[in-house]
């Protein structure tokens, strides 16, 4: 499930997830569990019929990256592997950042960090024109609206309604590696970020 806030050159994208990560850390090893939120840059696509036609729009480079997980063998609240993604090198995102006070209080700093557009926009290495002139006030005024959508979403993962393995691989949007044995795939994600 993914919930979508959409301004006029930004976007931010909220969605449940399930990960295991196929090269972890020492500590981050088995599968970790939880809500991704993204920072996108919005495009409208070209109408495809007439002037009544839907507007194709896509979610674009990411800007910016939070995931708030948890591994799924410990404890729910631990937030244990919450972190964020300053940074993306095109699509993909440098290494994880771990900050306490996203671990203490992760939807009072999401909070704090949606505040203040610019300065994520700016640190992530974007130009300032990447955003619309009043998308930086849409958002803080939504802001409290994406907290919330977080917290639903990290609810549902903890009662286990989301954030789980897929029953439909080809529903997982990710290659499977192959596993150590090289025999059988082993899942890197589901989701829909």
């Known amino acids: 499930m993914f919930y979508a806030f959409g301004f006029e ?14 090269a972890p850390h020492k500590g981050q090893e ?19 019929g007439s002037v009544y036609s839907a507007q194709p ?5 990411p800007i910016w990256r939070a995931d708030f997980l948890e591994s799924v063998q410990g ?3 631990s937030f244990d592997r919450t972190h964020h993604h300053p940074v993306f090198r095109g699509w993909d995102p ?3 950042v771990f900050v306490n006070e996203l671990s203490a209080d992760p939807l009072g700093w999401l909070g704090t ?3 203040d557009l610019d300065a994520l926009v700016a640190s992530a290495g974007f130009p300032p024109e990447v955003i619309g002139p009043d998308d930086a006030e849409s958002l803080r005024s939504v802001a409290p609206e994406i907290v919330d959508a977080t917290r639903r979403l990290l609810e549902k993962v903890r009662s286990g309604e989301l954030g789980n393995p897929p029953r439909d691989a080809a529903l997982t949007g990710a290659a499977p590696a192959a596993s150590a044995s090289g025999r059988e795939p082993v899942l890197i994600r589901s989701g829909w970020l």
Not at 30 to 48: D, N, Q, S
Not at 57 to 61: P, S
């Open 30 to 48: 088995g599968p970790e569990h939880g809500v991704r939120l993204e920072l996108r840059v919005l495009e409208r696509g070209e109408l495809k």
């Open 57 to 61: 729009i896509e979610a674009g480079q």
């Open 113 to 115: 960090q949606l505040a």
């Open 94 to 96: 440098t290494r994880r």
């Open 75 to 77: 404890r729910p609240g």
């Open 9 to 22: 050159r930004v976007g931010v994208l909220v969605g449940d997830l399930y990960f295991v990560d196929p």
